[in-house]
């Protein structure tokens, strides 16, 4: 029934357009953007962290898809000891508080993410309005210039293998001089 407005309706319904990306575009500079530590009142920029490779993750504890990256990114320190000091894990909470946030990310167990609030209004924050977030969960990944150089949903995404492409290469230790024995 080609014809059946009924079938298109249902149809458009089933197979919606996909959404265009919307937001700070790739290859442009990372918008500032200023939020709260869990910790207290205490507030950071995003630019406190200029230099650093920086995964730019916005979740909530309500939000049943973010559980599976949120839990994955804990242990990436442990499992990229290398990164060290130049990676940069800042989670964005779009919680309705900092107490909600502080609770979900302690129930978790998700305290090896540097954990942050992005204020009032869920998707309505400074934050989220400045990365243009309409749904979560939501990650943004920043190289050492402050450039945005890949965004989306974390799931579909290899951090790890972005992350290690943005850092610089270990050179190999010196082999024997040609000709000389081992």
């Known amino acids: 029934y080609p014809r ?3 079938l298109r309706s249902a149809a458009a319904l089933l197979n919606p357009a996909p959404r265009a990306e919307t937001g700070p575009k790739l290859g442009t500079v990372a918008p500032d953007i200023e939020f709260f530590e869990l910790t207290g009142t205490a507030k950071g ?3 406190d962290y200029q230099g650093k490779v920086i995964i730019l993750d916005f979740w909530a504890g309500w939000c049943g898809p973010c559980i599976q990256p949120m ?5 990436y320190p442990s499992k990229y000891p290398e990164w060290g000091e130049q990676v940069e894990i800042l989670a964005v909470s779009m ?4 107490a909600k ?3 979900a990310g302690k129930a978790r167990g ?5 954990n942050v609030w992005g204020g009032e209004g869920r998707y309505q924050s400074p934050a989220a309005k400045t ?3 309409h749904s979560i969960p939501r990650t943004f990944v920043i190289d050492r210039n402050g450039r945005i150089v890949q965004r989306g949903n974390p799931r579909a995404m290899d951090l790890p293998a972005i992350v290690n492409g943005l850092l610089p290469k270990k050179q190999p230790p010196p082999g024997p001089i040609s000709g000389s024995p081992p």
């Open 131 to 133: 990365y243009d977030v």
């Open 4 to 6: 059946s407005a009924y």
């Open 101 to 103: 946030a502080a609770a």
């Open 45 to 47: 920029r995003l630019s």
């Open 71 to 75: 839990t994955a990114i804990q242990t």
């Open 110 to 114: 998700w305290n090896i993410s540097h």
């Open 95 to 98: 919680d309705d508080s900092i």
